[in-house]
């Protein structure tokens, strides 16, 4: 999974920005206020990964103490549990302060932004859905000026059911006005693609044009599949691909 930080996690579904990696983290050495505020960003994403495992920890007590309930009530139908008191009151306290610290992350995290442009150079991160990392990550590799071959991480190919992750699964090339995807599985080490290509209908936006690579390759693996071409698929699964 790309976004397994959750202080990237928490940035990304707030912002749609997704990073590699804490890239603030090369300022908070320099003495600009530039660095100023990359040292109060690593602070507040440290405790907000800290209060991420609290929260965690916090929910599963209540878990188990719901699941200490269930079975009392349905042993004597009644309920005498212990301390639930305050462990609900530490949930909720977790609760709270994670609230706090997310939003502290995400004002930290815009700040330091609007001082550090950052290039998307021969490679990119995008999320398949818009301020959604449950849907995962397709790395984007420039493959010339106007084309990006297309990776998607483990969650993504989770997400989509195909079983191409960390590989490339096509390409999205953009035109005047759309992005056009071309599925196919590039071999291990090679950069050429097989005999086998599925140019596949325009997009409208970068991630829709992605999303249908994976969406192909999905059907392409179905029982539904049939052998056909994309020229072959009906008007739905056309419109299928392409949302």
Excluded at 38 to 67: M, P, W, Y
Aim: hydrophobic content about 35%; glycine content about 4%.
């Amino acid at each position: 999974m790309f976004l397994n930080d959750p202080a990237l996690r928490r940035i990304a579904a707030d912002t749609n920005d997704v990073l590699p990696e804490h890239l603030w983290r090369h300022d908070t050495a320099t003495p600009e206020p530039i660095g100023d505020l990359a040292r109060i960003l690593h602070k507040t994403a440290c405790d907000f990964t800290d209060s991420t495992t609290n929260v965690d920890q916090a929910l599963t007590r209540v878990g188990v103490l719901a699941e200490t309930a269930r079975q009392g009530l349905a042993a004597r139908a009644d309920l005498h549990i212990a301390s639930y008191h305050q462990t609900l009151t530490d949930a909720l306290v977790a609760r709270e302060r994670h609230t706090v610290l997310g939003t502290a992350l995400v004002t930290c995290y815009h700040a330091w932004r609007n001082h550090r442009p950052i290039g998307d150079g021969d490679e990119r991160y995008l999320l398949l859905r818009r301020c959604d990392p449950s849907r995962g990550v397709a790395t984007l590799k420039r493959n010339d000026p106007h084309t990006w071959l297309v990776v998607p991480d483990a969650e993504a190919a989770g997400v989509f059911d195909i079983p191409y992750p960390d590989r490339v699964v096509g390409e999205v090339t953009e035109t005047e006005h759309e992005w056009t995807p071309t599925a196919y599985i590039a071999r291990p080490h090679h950069q050429a693609p097989p005999a086998t290509v599925y140019p596949l209908p325009a997009c409208g936006d970068l991630a829709s044009a992605c999303r249908s690579l994976l969406r192909w390759w999905h059907l392409r693996h179905s029982d539904t599949w049939r052998n056909r071409t994309p020229n072959q698929l009906d008007p739905a699964e056309l419109a299928h691909l392409s949302t």
